[in-house]
C-alpha cells in the first residue's frame, strides 16, 4: 500500500540521516574521505539498481505461504542472533553477520512479491539502510551521544509504526503494548519476583542447598 515514491523518498531521509549523524561522530573526517564515502555509494545505488530486476524474480516461482513463513522465521532468526551488546555500546565488535544476512535474505524473498523492480529496489535499499548502517550508527551514538541513540531509536519506533498501520489498524497498538510489556512490565515484574522469593543477595536466584538428613550425614 506504501506508494513508491514514499519509499524512495524514506529511503532518502533515512540515508541523509545515518550521513549527517556519522559526520557529526566524526569530527577528523576529510573532504577526500567524504568524496570516497559519495563514490561508493553512487557504485551501491547502481549495482543495486541493476540487480533489482534479478532480486524481483529470483523466488517468483515459490508459493506466497512458502515467503511469508520463510520471511518470518528469517527475521525471527535476525531478531535472536543481533549483537545487542555492540548496539548498546558495551564492546567494540560486531558480530551480527548472521542477524543481517537473514533480515536481508528475508527482505529479497518480501521483493518477489512487490509489482516492479523499482519497488524491489526501494525495499532492498532500506533493508540495507536499517540492518546494515543502522547498527553501527546506534552503537557510535550509544557511545558518544545517549541523547541521539535515544533519538534515533524513537524514530524507528515510529517508522515500524506508520509501516504497520498500512497493514492493518491493530497492529500498531499490539507492537506498541509488545514494546512496552518488554521495555517496562517484565523487567518490573522480574524485579518483584527477585525482591519477593530471593533471601540472600548472592547472585541471581539463590544456590541450592541439599536438605541435612542422617543418610546424607553417613
Given amino acids: 500500500r506504501l506508494p513508491l515514491r514514499v519509499g524512495l523518498m524514506l529511503d532518502g531521509l533515512l540515508f541523509a540521516i545515518w550521513a549527517a549523524a556519522w559526520l557529526a561522530l566524526e569530527p577528523d573526517v576529510t573532504a577526500e ?4 564515502t559519495a563514490w561508493s555509494v553512487a557504485v551501491f545505488v547502481v549495482v543495486l539498481l541493476l540487480v533489482a530486476p534479478v532480486m524481483h524474480t529470483l523466488t517468483i ?9 520463510m520471511s518470518i522465521f528469517l527475521f525471527v532468526v535476525n531478531i535472536l542472533f543481533t549483537d545487542y551488546l555492540y548496539i548498546n555500546a558495551i564492546h567494540d565488535r560486531h558480530t551480527s553477520v548472521v542477524s543481517v544476512t537473514a533480515a536481508v535474505f528475508a527482505s529479497v524473498l518480501l521483493a518477489s512479491r512487490l509489482p516492479s523492480p523499482t519497488h524491489a529496489f ?10 546494515g548502517l543502522f547498527p553501527p550508527l546506534r552503537h557510535k551514538l550509544k557511545k558518544h551521544a545517549t541523547e541521539g541513540y535515544m533519538s534515533v531509536t524513537w524514530l524507528a519506533f515510529g517508522v515500524v509504526l506508520a509501516s504497520l498501520s ?7 497498538v499490539v507492537f506498541g503494548l509488545g514494546v512496552l510489556a518488554v521495555t517496562f512490565v517484565f ?13 540472600q543477595i548472592n547472585g541471581p536466584w539463590d544456590e541450592a542447598r541439599p536438605p541435612q538428613t542422617e543418610s546424607s550425614m553417613q
Fill in 33 to 36: 574521505r567524504v568524496g570516497r
Fill in 61 to 69: 516461482t515459490y508459493s506466497n505461504d512458502t515467503i511469508w513463513a
Fill in 187 to 199: 523487567p518490573k515484574g522480574l524485579i518483584a519476583m527477585q525482591r519477593r522469593f530471593k533471601m
Fill in 166 to 172: 498500512l497493514l492493518l489498524e491493530v497492529l500498531p
Fill in 122 to 131: 526501494s525495499l532492498l535499499a532500506l533493508a540495507l539502510i536499517l540492518f
